[in-house]
């Protein structure tokens, strides 16, 4: 349920093996990212972020100018090469030297690609502030808080990403921001990292709940904090956390800000019909094929609110049964209702989960980014969106839907199939660009 089918980690995990058996003599991630992840200035007046990805134990490149993004393959102790696209590290495309300093942290980088001069660049210089959230002793939050260079107080974002993820999953929005002068917080969601707490619920809007209560105790540390500007103060989410941001945001007055990048707006259901949909695009079913899933799930879900009867759902049943899709779809998501009762049970769950009634209840300024050829959420998932915080205690709200992009902004050329991975090599460097001048005019205008 709310499977999010292709995000930036997911999308690398076909070369994972190899990669990261190339790499088991040369490198040891955590030092690896202590040492290289940051963002780094050009002499050509370029932004470089270097990402970190624990899951996969590899970093990544990526030139925040043209949107190229390539995973790195360690070759030296202090040297990374990559390839034509996020899915292989050879023919080798481009080279990282780091020049390394006695505290072993990379203050300087020389950049060649294959038919371009070198580039010579250096660190961004930022703060990195261990820090601890103790959450009504229901969860104890780790993070960072990274600050630019000086005094303070700054602005501060709090930047979190969907699911069960750490303080890196945000990386590139962090150091987008940092580098503009605003200090960030990041965090390991709870039980991840050094974060911990009481356990989550396995009912998804149930756990989304426990996140935003986490959330609103970050939201509280960042406000209080002495290198915190209180009155520039506010909220960057991506995917779920773009949604439960907004149930955390509502219970503050003064935020500055508050961003919701790729966050579901439909109804659950809808959602994971749309996932399920995605799924089989992915897999390149045909286009006929994925017609006939979808009038079946029509069905299937048209029996949580009775507008299909249990008698024409078993008879779907027994007419698609056989189908190839179908049996990927049970096979996959093990999704098919067992009684009337059950799909009954499953509504007024899900029905609790109605993003758009939480959108509402926000009450400070609001930017809104989607993507074309989201596979997470379904199309009309902006409109939503847009409507419902027009309706809601503020209605200063911008929306800015990125053309043939996918849920991790990367640029494509439709939705997502498992051969069109291969063509990724960009993620829209416009979006970046959107979210800084946007959250640069909610600060200088408190």
């Known amino acids: 349920m709310k499977k999010i089918i292709f995000n930036f980690v997911c999308v690398f995990l076909l070369f994972q093996g190899v990669l990261q058996a190339q790499q088991r003599e ?5 030092q690896d990212a202590e040492t290289f992840a940051g963002i780094y200035l050009f002499n050509d007046q370029r932004h470089v972020i270097i990402m970190p990805h624990p899951d996969l134990e590899l970093l990544s490149i990526y030139d925040m100018k043209t949107g190229d993004v390539r995973p790195l393959k360690k070759t030296k102790e202090n040297t990374f090469v990559y390839g034509p696209n996020i899915l292989s590290t050879s023919p080798v495309e481009g080279k990282t030297s780091f020049k390394v ?19 010579k660049g250096h660190r961004f210089s930022f703060e990195k502030e261990d820090i601890e959230i103790n959450n009504a002793g229901i969860s104890s939050i780790s993070g960072w808080l990274l600050t630019p260079p000086g005094s303070g107080p700054f602005p501060v974002a709090v930047v979190a990403g969907p699911g069960m993820t750490d303080r890196y999953n945000l990386w590139r929005v962090a150091m987008a921001l940092v580098i503009k002068g605003i200090g960030v917080i990041v965090y390991d969601k709870r039980n991840i990292g050094n974060s911990t707490g009481e356990p989550l619920s396995s009912h998804y809007y149930s756990r989304s709940l426990q996140h935003a209560e986490d959330l609103k105790a970050v939201l509280q540390f960042a406000m209080d904090h002495p290198k915190s500007d209180s009155t520039k103060v506010g909220f960057v989410g991506w995917s779920q956390t773009g949604w439960i941001s907004a149930i955390a945001t509502a219970k503050f007055n003064n935020l500055a800000f508050y961003v919701n990048i790729a966050g579901n707006a439909n109804p659950g259901w809808q959602q994971d019909m749309w996932n399920k949909i995605s799924d089989l695009r992915f897999e390149e079913f045909s286009e006929m094929e994925i017609k006939e899933a979808r009038e079946f799930l029509k069905i299937h879900f048209g029996l949580m609110h009775k507008t299909s009867s249990w008698e024409e759902y078993q008879q779907a049943i027994k007419a698609d049964g056989s189908e190839n899709w179908f049996k990927y779809l049970e096979n996959n998501f093990r999704y098919l209702w067992k009684s009337e009762e059950e799909a009954y049970q499953y509504a007024v769950k899900e029905e609790e989960n109605i993003p758009a009634d939480d959108f509402r209840k926000v009450k400070v300024p609001t930017l809104g980014i989607y993507f074309e050829y989201d596979e997470s959420n379904p199309p009309d998932g902006p409109t939503i969106f847009l409507e419902s915080r027009l309706e809601g205690k503020n209605d200063d709200v911008a929306l800015h839907v990125f053309p043939n992009t996918s849920h991790e902004g990367f640029i494509v050329p439709g939705y997502m199939t498992k051969g069109g991975q291969s063509k990724i090599t960009k993620i829209e460097p416009r979006l970046f660009q959107v979210l800084q001048s946007w959250v640069n005019a909610q600060i200088q205008i408190k």
């Open 26 to 30: 040369t490198n040891n991630f955590e």
């Open 101 to 119: 300093n006695k505290r072993g942290i990379a203050e300087q980088v020389v950049w060649e690609r294959v038919g371009h001069n070198p580039l």
